[in-house]
């Protein structure tokens, strides 16, 4: 008879299932705890300004400039979707009935099939 090396308990043990410690740092350092991280900053940041600025004096310095420096472009990204929102309206839209549910699908199989080839 053929003798099988074995592998250690402990080791099989920690292979599987990461400590509690190393799933803790995981979720910390994920993608969206640092965004929820930028967020909370974000949001403290701007109540700290409004305590030391006082309401109207945040909204006059800072709300208003900021409001006027982006709506000319939101305006300009507004119009210039039109004819997106256009297109998504009409895909909801179609969505509606069976056949046109039948026909959204076999559009993006053959647009994903289409990246899938490239």
Do not use: C
Not at 18 to 32: C, D, G, H, N, V
Not at 89 to 94: K, M
């Amino acid at each position: 008879m053929a003798v099988r090396a074995r592998r250690s308990t402990a080791v099989a043990a920690r292979s599987h299932h990461p400590t509690l410690k190393a799933r803790f740092y995981r979720a910390a350092t994920s993608r969206t705890a640092k965004v929820a991280y930028v967020a909370i900053g974000t949001a403290g940041l701007a109540a700290l300004a409004i305590a030391a600025f006082g309401p109207r004096r945040f909204q006059r310095e800072i709300i208003r400039p900021m409001r006027d420096a982006v709506s000319d472009q939101a305006e300009k990204l507004w119009s210039e979707a039109k004819p997106l929102r256009a297109q998504l309206s009409g895909l909801i839209e179609s969505a509606r009935t069976e056949s046109g549910r039948e026909k959204l699908i076999r559009n993006f199989q053959s647009w994903i099939g289409h990246f899938r080839a490239s």
